[in-house]
Antibody, heavy 122, light 109 residues
Framework: QVLPQESGPGLVKPSETLSLTCTVSGDSISSYPYYWGWIRQPPGEGLEWIASIYYDGSTYYNPSLKSRVTMSVDRSENQFSLKLSSVTATDTAVYYC??????????????WGQGALVTVSS | QSALTQPASVSGSPGQSITISCTGANSDVATYNRVSWYQHHPGKAPKLMIFEGNKRPSGVSNRFSGSKSGNTASLTISGLQADDEAHYYCCSYVGSFWVFGGGTKLTVL
């Protein structure tokens, strides 16, 4: 069973950079044909895809967030990470990491973490 | 960025069937097999229920099914059970971009 698990600070100050790590157990982050992604859910709102990455560093970014987002992979630790710069209160959300199955034409997110609440506040 | 429209809420009694719609603003769901559906119980990890429009992952009950008409994809849940009460989200893969619907709260009466 694949178990992604988010970790990182729960509180970030406005204008600073939000940093989260997803540690994957039960599967290698280098497994084909899986990408690894981040999705967020602001309080009371729906889900928003942020970005996805392959073990070789290939990435897809949501155009609305692309200028502020960086993703990276650490194969030795079986982890991948998200950095979101210049955060504001609108970036307050539960952040989920998930496995992304590129073996399917719908590229679904087939395993999700429990989520990590990140609050942007001074 | 396109958006997928879902009803805010639906409800049904145990044993009944309900359908949740997901309508694309452009041609998001016209490509039928690029739609997936997720179940989300509050505080838990979202769960993939349907992919490629109408396929179920291993372990998902056959009470869940997907369909499409025009630019609207639908999720049908038959034989409603109390544990089906959750939020449901559709998602469409559009080129190199993934867009979610706003979510539908299913209440089992």
């Amino acid at each position: 069973q694949v178990l992604p698990q988010e970790s990182g600070p729960g509180l970030v100050k406005p204008s600073e950079t939000l940093s989260l790590t997803c540690t994957v157990s039960g599967d290698s982050i280098s497994s084909y044909p899986y990408y690894w992604g981040w999705i967020r859910q602001p309080p009371g709102e729906g889900l928003e895809w942020i970005a996805s990455i392959y073990y070789d560093g290939s990435t897809y970014y949501n155009p609305s967030l692309k200028s502020r987002v960086t993703m990276s992979v650490d194969r030795s630790e079986n982890q991948f990470s998200l950095k979101l710069s210049s955060v504001t209160a609108t970036d307050t959300a539960v952040y989920y990491c998930a496995r992304h199955n590129f073996g399917s034409v719908s590229r679904p997110f087939d395993s999700w973490g429990q989520g990590a609440l990140v609050t942007v506040s001074s | 960025q396109s958006a997928l429209t879902q009803p805010a809420s639906v409800s049904g009694s145990p044993g009944q069937s309900i359908t949740i719609s997901c309508t694309g603003a452009n041609s998001d769901v016209a490509t039928y097999n690029r739609v997936s559906w997720y179940q989300h119980h509050p505080g838990k990890a979202p769960k993939l229920m349907i992919f490629e429009g109408n396929k179920r992952p291993s372990g998902v009950s056959n009470r869940f099914s997907g369909s499409k008409s025009g630019n609207t994809a639908s999720l049908t849940i038959s034989g409603l059970q109390a544990d089906d009460e959750a939020h449901y989200y559709c998602c469409s893969y559009v080129g190199s971009f993934w867009v979610f619907g706003g979510g539908t709260k299913l209440t089992v009466l």
